[in-house]
């Protein structure tokens, strides 16, 4: 029997097997995140911004306040408003899309990577390898900020353009012909992915990386040999500077928000080492942490025993055994960005691990073969559990979504000390009527963070359904107190005051949210009528 003809047609038969269980296994852990609301950032950055609701002209979508430095990302939101307006189901079918293929490069990947690495009666086994990574880097709970938590989609679409990217440039120097065209393309998703989010800058350092690790031997044959296609690489770092020299005031990151390089490092320490608890053990996950900036060593002690000898052995990899040193080195160059230096203000957040996720599971796929001698049955035995209780404990954690009240009680039980929970537990039971509870979870809110004008506000739109107006106008001067330029608060104070009878000081007010905020046409509307009731009592404009 000649079986050159069918060793080709059974391997691409397993290949489509294993394609179509990734896409079934996903498809079925995040079909429960289709009940998903808008949540906290969804609400104001994406179903608020008025800028997605129009696919025309796209550079509005792509280049406003909210998407400047993530314009590819802004694109796709005004896709999904363009399909379903503020109905959440296309902005969630698109997140899942994008993972679906993101798992998918991550399995072409790492498949052919191991088709490099491996000859002989181990190369068939490089198909169900990549199978099992991606199927567990996939459904792994960790990934369910990423996924469903539909405005982080700009990490996960960054993750789909950076595996592309890489798959691509695989393909692109695969013997016994270089393919031009494939590293055209690995460049045309890398700009793509440095048009979605930051963490993008590692695509170069990587697939430089891996070309010196698996492909050329040495970084100066791979840049002697592909120097051109490097260079064009070289242009998403021009891209992502351009971008972020050019983009608006954003109060979330850098050296002005209250935390030191040095101190955001230290803490950084432990927050990269409970990532790595959560890769092995996702319970609990949180969707706010609050996470405490480190005020010594100290603090950061635990943390340091657990990263720095990784660091050590990282570095110790690179040049002794350069596999498993391109894994160290994936996972602590794309956390880089928001783990090192350079201050965000949460310091701690799931949806970052979306890749450097990808290292952990391979090197515990890696481990399990070599304990288990590449058995295929008890290794795939041990997979097929995994990605079961790894599902179930996704599909349990996207009902979580579907409820942001519920959500944020989920974060006041995990993170008690985080002032956030308890005001944004707050602001629901506030938008549900539930008055008596919203007052006893803001007060909680105050006493974590008394400087926080939003909660102040919220205070007093809780006073004025009460009924309580003196009390409404205490809250809303604190808030101008911490806030002077607070638009909003300026609005509803003059509110309160038109209520109290004070006209002239809720003329003051209303003037004051105009200047601050142009835009607000609530406070106009309620300046009108101000102005129309003075008139009728023969006052005068003012």
């Known amino acids: 029997m000649d079986t050159r003809s069918t060793k080709p047609a059974n391997l691409h038969h397993g290949i489509f097997i294993a394609g179509a269980l990734i896409l079934l296994a996903v498809a079925l852990c995040y079909a429960s995140s289709f009940g998903g609301a808008f949540i906290f950032d969804d609400e104001t950055h994406v179903a608020g911004n008025p800028d997605f609701r129009s696919l025309l002209p796209p550079w509005r979508a792509m280049f406003n306040v909210r998407s400047y430095v993530h314009p590819v990302g802004g694109l796709s939101f005004a896709i999904s408003h363009a399909l379903s307006g503020l109905d959440s189901w296309s902005y969630h079918l698109m997140n899942?899309?994008?993972?679906?293929?993101?798992?998918?490069?991550?399995f072409g990947a790492v498949r052919r990577t191991f088709l490099r690495l491996r000859s002989g009666s181990a190369a068939h086994l490089s198909t169900y390898f990549a199978a099992a990574v991606a199927l567990l880097w996939a459904v792994h709970p960790l990934q369910t900020q990423s996924v469903t938590y539909i405005y982080q989609r700009y990490e996960s679409q960054m993750g789909m353009f950076f595996l592309m990217s890489l798959y691509f440039f695989i393909r692109g120097v695969e013997k016994p012909v270089s393919r031009p065209g494939w590293l055209v393309a690995s460049v045309f998703a890398c700009l793509l992915s440095a048009g979605t989010k930051q963490v993008a800058y590692a695509i170069p350092l990587l697939t430089l990386l891996y070309d010196r690790t698996f492909v050329a031997g040495s970084f100066l044959q791979a840049l002697r040999a592909r120097w051109l296609y490097y260079a064009a690489l070289g242009l998403?770092?021009?891209?992502?500077?351009?971008?972020q020299s050019t983009a608006p005031m954003v109060e979330e990151i850098g050296f002005d928000i209250g935390i030191g390089p040095f101190r955001y490092a230290l803490s950084q320490l432990g927050v990269v080492a409970h990532y790595l608890r959560l890769a092995v053990w996702p319970e609990p996950l949180c969707f706010d942490y609050g996470w405490p900036v480190a005020k010594s060593f100290r603090d950061a002690a635990a943390g340091a025993v657990v990263l720095l000898p990784l660091l050590v052995a990282t570095a110790w990899a690179l040049f002794k055994r350069p596999g498993l040193g391109f894994l160290g080195a994936w996972f602590f160059l794309i956390l880089a960005p928001t783990s090192t230096f350079l201050p965000i203000r949460d310091l701690a957040a799931e949806n970052r691990m979306y890749l450097p996720l990808v290292a952990v599971v391979v090197l515990f796929v890696?481990?399990?073969?070599?304990?288990?001698?590449?058995?295929?049955a008890p290794a795939l035995s041990i997979i097929g559990v995994l990605v079961l209780?790894?599902?179930?404990?996704?599909?349990?954690?996207?009902?979580?979504?579907?409820?942001?009240?519920?959500?944020?009680?989920?974060?006041?039980?995990?993170?008690?000390?985080?002032?956030r929970g308890w005001g944004n537990a707050a602001y629901y039971c506030?938008?549900?009527g539930d008055y008596?509870?919203?007052?006893?979870?803001?007060?909680?809110?105050?006493?974590l963070k008394n400087d926080n004008p939003d909660a102040y506000n919220l205070l007093g739109s809780i006073y004025v359904r009460l009924g309580k107006h003196e009390e409404a106008r205490a809250a809303y001067e604190a808030a101008l107190r911490i806030k002077p330029e607070f638009a909003d608060v300026h609005n509803n104070i003059g509110n309160v005051l038109?209520?109290?009878?004070?006209?002239?000081?809720?003329?003051y007010h209303l003037r004051r949210a105009i200047r601050y905020k142009p835009g607000l046409e609530e406070a106009r509307y309620n300046l009108r009528m101000l102005e129309d009731k003075l008139r009728a009592a023969g006052k005068g404009g003012r």
């Open 430 to 432: 506030y938008l549900r």
């Open 366 to 376: 890696l481990a399990l073969g070599r304990v288990l001698s590449l058995k295929k």
């Open 498 to 507: 038109v209520k109290l009878g004070r006209f002239r000081e809720a003329d």
């Open 236 to 243: 998403s770092w021009l891209l992502l500077i351009l971008l």
């Open 436 to 447: 008596k509870n919203a007052l006893g979870h803001l007060n909680k809110s105050l006493e």
């Open 389 to 419: 209780v790894s599902g179930a404990l996704t599909v349990k954690r996207n009902v979580d979504y579907h409820d942001p009240l519920g959500m944020w009680k989920d974060v006041i039980a995990k993170r008690p000390a985080h002032f």
């Open 96 to 106: 899942l899309l994008i993972h679906m293929a993101a798992a998918l490069f991550l």
